[in-house]
């Protein structure tokens, strides 16, 4: 059964004034807004709160033996950072992309909001939005409530994201997409219902996720510079797009371990935080399991916007391997950036590695362990390219232009010019001209706004063209013909290998990221070709 739009606004009480305000709840916040927190976590030595060094080295070592690559690690026990690095070139300054973490950030908002009494998680989403509203409004989308898209149980029986990301409004967009179940009635991982709960927090109040959060969780943590990318009509994205340093994860965690509680405040109501952690709907097993159901960390049950673990912990996670892992009968935080392609191998990791390094009490300090973990987390590095150093073919096209035949990507034509440190590649369209420089066996940082870089794995809130990303480049000669270059956008979990085989007066430039890679498929830029 459906209703007309008209119909269901009068139904619903909403008029023409209720559509421009359908409600306004009193303001019965009385925490602060403002205030910063003592800045970085304290930190301890791993025995002293009751973990083994030995533990956390085999952790790091069985990580170098594996297919994971991580970016960064942090371990925090009794509330002190206990063991945290950074694999070259990322580093503990630079922000990362959370991809879908930043879904346990937009359910901490839905959070504050309710505690401050601007919405319920009983609300029905329609009467947010009455201008959005199709013309035909179903009982299921006239059903819809904030918990069943804080619990990602829409009822859609198809993901909505990637067709949603393509128009200009979101919310719209989102209404329009059919609701085939019930409302609550089953699980079915959603980021754009995510979306939505942002929306429905700016609309309710009048800041961005982004804003909302600075003075009642980004300021009081000391968590600075954290961004946010934004749909066409400024909502922040929600259930994907933020970027913050590692420590602020571990800050976060932390803050939920304590059940909301930072410092000597109370920043989170303990019963909001208990009710966001705690089993909500089960997901679906998969048809053909490769593993029990019990040691399945992707069916342990899902909160809002947390997932349950094994081992009655819970976490945030995102895609290629960004977790915020929560333990609280063991007191500890565990907070991971990375590239992976098998989520569940890395937190078997954890398990079998950190798990049963943590004892109740302190342990007598094993110094040498210690040094060595010491010096291991120091020298963590994702190895730049090896290889030759030069070639006969550099000296004959050090500096020229290519002319590039028409392609798709815009780009008229290209350079390759060696120093004697490493050499800088080139690429230009009608309007600009983007270079990018690479070390030679070493990376060298720089900031490009070349198009198609960084790689993405979701359209929707991709930055403006020309805004910059940062990178580190390595280069090196494959053979006499081709040069290789190795680009890492470390505020991202992604990379790029960019070839450039010579022949003659002629080049061939080719590009690969490290999502088409890692999922055996072609990349979307294609080839260039071009001559001097």
């Not at 565990?334 to 890395?346: F, K, M, Y």
Request: aromatic letters at 10%; a neutral charge; hydrophobic letters at 40%.
């Amino acid at each position: 059964m459906t209703i007309t739009r008209r119909v269901f606004l009068k139904q619903a009480g909403i008029g023409a004034i209720g559509a421009g305000l359908l409600w306004v709840a009193p303001s019965c916040s009385t925490r602060p807004n403002g205030g910063a927190g003592l800045g970085t976590l304290p930190r301890s030595h791993p025995e002293a709160e009751g973990v083994s060094s030995a533990g956390i080295l085999a952790f790091l070592e069985a990580v170098s033996r594996s297919t994971h690559e991580l970016h960064s690690f942090m371990l925090v026990r009794h509330g002190r950072v206990i063991a945290e690095g950074w694999w070259s070139p990322y580093g503990a300054q630079f922000n990362h992309t959370l991809y879908s973490l930043s879904k346990s950030f937009t359910s901490t908002a839905v959070g504050f909001a309710v505690s401050e009494g601007k919405l319920h998680v009983q609300d029905r989403v329609v009467t947010f939005f009455p201008a959005e509203l199709p013309d035909q409004v179903s009982d299921h989308l006239a059903a819809l409530r904030v918990k069943d898209l804080l619990t990602m149980s829409v009822g859609n029986a198809k993901e909505p994201t990637q067709s949603m990301v393509k128009e200009a409004d979101w919310v719209k967009a989102f209404l329009a997409w059919p609701i085939e179940n019930p409302p609550g009635s089953q699980f079915l991982y959603n980021s754009a219902a995510t979306y939505m709960l942002s929306a429905i927090v700016q609309h309710v109040t009048g800041q961005r996720v982004l804003d909302y959060l600075q003075p009642r969780l980004f300021g009081p943590l000391s968590i600075h510079g954290p961004t946010w990318e934004t749909c066409p009509r400024g909502i922040n994205t929600g259930g994907w797009g933020l970027s913050v340093q590692t420590e602020s994860l571990a800050k976060v965690g932390q803050l939920y371990l304590r059940k909301g509680a930072w410092e000597d405040r109370q920043l989170l109501p303990v019963n909001w935080v208990e009710e966001a952690t705690t089993f909500k709907i089960q997901q679906p097993a998969p048809a053909k399991p490769t593993r029990p159901n019990a040691q399945n960390d992707w069916l342990q049950g899902y909160c809002y916007q947390f997932w349950r673990c094994q081992h009655n912990a819970f976490r945030g996670d995102g895609a290629f391997g960004q977790f915020m892992v929560v333990m609280p009968e063991q007191d500890a935080v565990v907070a991971i950036t990375g590239e992976s392609r098998d989520l569940q191998g890395e937190l078997d990791l954890v398990w079998a590695h950190l798990l049963p390094a943590m004892q109740p009490d302190a342990l007598p300090r094993d110094r040498q362990a210690e040094a060595r973990l010491d010096q291991r987390l120091a020298s963590l590095a994702l190895p730049p390219l090896q290889g030759l150093a030069s070639s006969p073919m550099a000296g004959s096209i050090s500096g020229k232009e290519f002319t590039l035949e028409d392609n798709l990507s815009g780009f008229k034509s290209a350079s390759l010019t060696f120093e004697s440190d490493g050499a800088r590649f080139s690429l230009s369209d009608a309007t600009s001209r983007y270079s990018i420089p690479c070390g030679l066996g070493r990376w060298q940082r720089s900031e490009t706004a070349m198009p198609g870089m960084p790689p993405r794995l979701i359209s929707g809130g991709a930055p403006p063209k020309g805004t910059p990303a940062r990178v580190a480049a390595s280069g090196r000669w494959a053979d006499p013909n081709t040069w290789e270059m190795l680009l890492r956008y470390y505020e991202t979990p992604h990379h790029d290998k960019v070839t450039c085989q010579f022949e003659g007066a002629t080049v061939r430039i080719s590009f690969l990221s490290s999502i088409a890679e890692m999922h055996g498929v072609k990349d979307g830029r294609p080839p260039l070709e071009g001559k001097i």
